[in-house]
């Protein structure tokens, strides 16, 4: 099921609150490439008959079915690409170009 980080659902309230689109929910749509990665793209929108829902810490968002298939495992996250440059990324096991994030070792006192 598709999954929405904490960091990732206040940077989609605070983007719906400037935008005057508290009302809305996030729609999320995913389609395959020819090279099989998966190219994605979000915004606000109303629902639609057929939309599946995903509730995630106050936001709705939306999936039309064709996309679903493609963000079924998929976690939007919002992190720090760069100091000081934060952006949403997709983390989708189903993307063959998808590599996971290492994880950070902690140093030892």
């Known amino acids: 099921m598709f999954s929405v980080t904490d960091n990732a659902a206040k940077q989609i309230r605070q983007a719906a609150e400037q935008s005057e689109a508290q009302n809305m929910a996030l729609r999320i749509a995913a389609k395959a490439n020819q090279d099989g990665s998966i190219e994605y793209g979000m915004g606000f929108d109303d629902p639609k008959e057929n939309d599946i829902r995903v509730a995630a810490d106050g936001v709705e968002i939306l999936i039309d079915p064709p996309s679903n298939e493609l963000l079924e495992e998929a976690t939007l996250d919002y992190v720090e690409i760069e100091p000081g440059e934060m952006r ?22």
């Open 88 to 109: 949403f990324i997709f983390m989708n096991p189903l993307d063959p170009h998808y590599v996971p994030p290492k994880r950070q070792k902690k140093d030892k006192p």
